[in-house]
Antibody
Framework: QVQLRQSGPGLVKPSQTLSLTCAISGDSVSSNSAAWNWIRQSPSRGLEWLGRTYYRSKWSNDYAVSVKSRITINPDTSKNQFSLQLNSVTPEDTAVYFC?????????WGQGTLVTVSS | QSVLTQPPSVSAAPGQKVTISCSGSRSNIGKNYVSWYQQLPGTAPKLLIYDNNKRPSGIPDRFSGSKSGTSATLDITGLQTGDEADYYCGTWESSLSAVIFGGGTNLTVL
């Protein structure tokens, strides 16, 4: 059974960097058949996919256009986890953030982390 | 404003059937598989349907999906009060190389 466990701060100041980590059990971040995603949800934006990392003979990333200039998703093979960094946050980045596994269909989700951007 | 269009809300009586629609375009639903998710309050979304019409293990056959052209539908039969939730469609947007979701549909079981 795949489990995803998220960690990271729930409060970030404007202009700073939002950082979250997702620890994987029951699968490998280096799997050749999985992709590892970050998705957020807010009342104003609904469910919004942010990006993903995946390994297919080499590591690759896809990012949403809306955050492409500010986002980095990195795998950590030594700890079997992956991370999200979102730079220069504003109050509009306040949302529940989910890590998730899936290519086109997202079949496993983390528990969600409410991140509030406020001074 | 979501790329995939869903009705904001639907309702039906217990035991009845409800259909939730998801409208897209040639570059998303027209080219790629559709998935459906159920989200209960305060929880993460749960995969109900993948590859247009397949159910993950443990999902009852009361839930079924279909796709035609640039639209998809989720049917729920034998409605139960426990089915009250938000439902989202999702697919791949080929023009953006991105996962996209619908705006969600709130189901009320009267």
């Amino acid at each position: 059974q795949v489990q995803l466990r998220q960690s990271g701060p729930g409060l970030v100041k404007p202009s700073q960097t939002l950082s979250l980590t997702c620890a994987i059990s029951g699968d490998s971040v280096s799997s050749n058949s999985a992709a590892w995603n970050w998705i957020r949800q807010s009342p104003s934006r609904g469910l919004e996919w942010l990006g993903r990392t995946y390994y297919r003979s080499k590591w690759s990333n896809d990012y949403a256009v809306s955050v492409k200039s500010r986002i980095t998703i990195n795998p950590d093979t030594s700890k079997n986890q992956f991370s999200l960094q979102l730079n220069s946050v504003t109050p509009e980045d306040t949302a529940v953030y989910f890590c998730a596994r899936g290519d086109q269909a997202i079949d496993y989700w983390g528990q969600g982390t409410l991140v509030t951007v406020s001074s | 404003q979501s790329v995939l269009t869903q009705p904001p809300s639907v309702s039906a009586a217990p035991g009845q059937k409800v259909t939730i629609s998801c409208s897209g375009s040639r570059s998303n639903i027209g080219k790629n598989y559709v998935s459906w998710y159920q989200q209960l309050p305060g929880t993460a979304p749960k995969l109900l349907i993948y590859d247009n019409n397949k159910r993950p293990s443990g999902i009852p056959d009361r839930f079924s999906g279909s796709k035609s052209g640039t639209s998809a539908t989720l049917d729920i039969t034998g409605l139960q009060t426990g089915d009250e939730a938000d439902y989202y469609c999702g697919t791949w947007e080929s023009s953006l190389s991105a996962v996209i979701f619908g705006g969600g549909t709130n189901l009320t079981v009267l």
